[in-house]
């Protein structure tokens, strides 16, 4: 219904932790989800955590049913309300890859996440999610849900020769960023 104001990295707000959602298919809830929705496509946002426009929930979105143009080659996610997630890897692989974040923009860097995982939830009605994945969508799921523990992806990177702005990385993606 609004496009909020997305947080960027330096704010304190984005260092907090979120608290679990209590009441599940409430107004406020759903008006909640639609904004995230509204404000992550505004922006070509691969997924968004609450934290990330101010609000301390334990909530993400994440996914799409189009082809993202900040991650082209990215195969898609489905679209995903996430609330009171919890993740558990699956396995001891982790995999370097580049990530990118709305709260950080203009910059990616390189980042170790877990290979596969399985992440559970609630939706915003209160039904339950199950679901184990790898990849992308892994990596998707594990960016967002760092920010419900104060987390934004630069703390993650080991090598910072790997970090940098996007358009001197990614020349071919920087008419896509819109941040």
């Not at 107004?27 to 989800?33: C, I, P, Q, S, T």
Request: charged letters at 25%; glycine letters at 8%; aromatic letters at 8%.
């Amino acid at each position: 219904m609004a496009i909020r104001e997305i947080l960027r990295m330096g704010d304190p707000r984005l260092l907090r932790l979120a608290q679990p959602v209590t009441e599940f298919d409430t107004d406020a809830l759903h008006l909640l989800v639609s904004d995230m929705l509204d404000s992550m496509r505004a922006v070509n946002g691969a997924g968004l955590a609450a934290p990330q426009i101010g609000v301390d929930l334990q909530l993400v979105i994440f996914g799409g049913n189009e082809r993202n143009p900040r991650y082209p080659d990215r195969p898609l996610v489905p679209p995903t309300v996430l609330v009171n997630p919890l993740v558990t890897p699956l396995g001891d692989v982790q995999v370097d890859d580049w990530e990118g974040c709305l709260s950080v923009p203009g910059l990616r860097g390189m980042v170790p996440r877990w290979e596969a995982i399985r992440y559970t939830g609630f939706d915003q009605y209160g039904d339950p999610i199950d679901r184990s994945v790898n990849g992308f969508h892994a990596r998707v799921v594990q960016h967002e849900c760092d920010h419900l523990v104060g987390k934004l992806y630069p703390m993650r990177v080991r090598d910072f020769s790997k970090f940098g702005f996007t358009d001197i990385l990614f020349p071919e993606l920087s008419a896509a960023e819109d941040d």
